[in-house]
């Protein structure tokens, strides 16, 4: 298994672009969050999603949108960004039966 | 709802010492606990959980935390820590019965110095 993996691991955008944050997980989760961790603020829950076709907002979705079309999947998209939203971003998936969160290697955004 | 407190943002320790990371909580309901580490340019990894039974749980690398319900506390130790160890910790609170997302602490930076 590979995990949860993301995609790119870095990426610089411009004031005003769009991109999606890329996040596949191959463990059959049902539950898939994305954070974003940023210093002395820990880890700041953005959307979550607890099944393909339902999605939820968490702490801070202003400026994120997020869809869950397969069970694999749940990528992160960035409408326009904006400076504050430089960051790392993190996907996480959990599975029914377990109870901790399987994190994936993060994305490294930088936004001039 | 659940929360989480980390008491100290940064800790400081020398190699081979003890070291505590302390964790409060909040929750109206039961929970389960976590500590994560996170390596400089890594994601978070598990280190131990507690879920139900003994109250000591013991982790990967020789840390150990231990629940405590009257105090609402899960603070992790290690009795000697390593170059190695120096890392972010995170705790973090699930709860029982119909929660789908853990609810994290800010970190707490752990710096040891030889």
């Known amino acids: 298994n590979a995990g949860v993996t993301q995609t790119p691991k870095f990426q610089v955008l411009k004031t005003g672009q769009s991109m999606t944050l890329q996040c596949a997980q191959d463990?059959?989760?049902?539950?898939m969050s994305w954070y974003r961790q940023d210093p002395g603020m820990g880890l700041r829950l953005i959307h979550y999603s607890v099944g393909a076709g339902i999605t939820d907002q968490g702490e801070v979705p202003n400026g994120y949108n997020v869809s869950r079309s397969t069970t694999e999947d749940f990528p992160l998209r960035l409408l326009s960004a904006a400076p504050s939203q430089t960051s790392v971003y993190f996907c996480a998936s959990r599975g029914l039966a377990y109870n901790e969160q399987f994190f994936g290697p993060g994305t490294r955004l930088t936004v001039l | 709802a659940q929360s989480v407190t980390q008491l100290d943002s940064q800790v400081p320790v020398f190699e081979e010492a003890p070291v505590e990371l302390r964790c409060n909580y909040s929750s109206s309901v039961s929970v389960y606990l976590f500590w994560y580490v996170q390596y400089p340019n890594q994601g978070l990894q598990l280190l131990l959980k507690?879920?139900?039974?003994?109250?000591l749980v013991k982790g990967i690398n020789g840390f150990e935390a231990e629940f405590n319900k009257s105090q609402t506390s899960f603070h992790l130790r290690k009795p000697s820590v390593h170059i190695s160890d120096t890392a972010e910790y995170f705790c973090?609170?699930?709860?029982?019965?119909?929660?789908?997302?853990?609810?994290f602490g800010r970190g707490t930076s752990l710096i040891v110095h030889p």
């Open positions: 463990m059959n989760h049902e539950y």
């Open positions: 973090a609170v699930l709860g029982r019965g119909g929660s789908y997302i853990p609810t």
């Open positions: 507690y879920l139900s039974g003994s109250t």
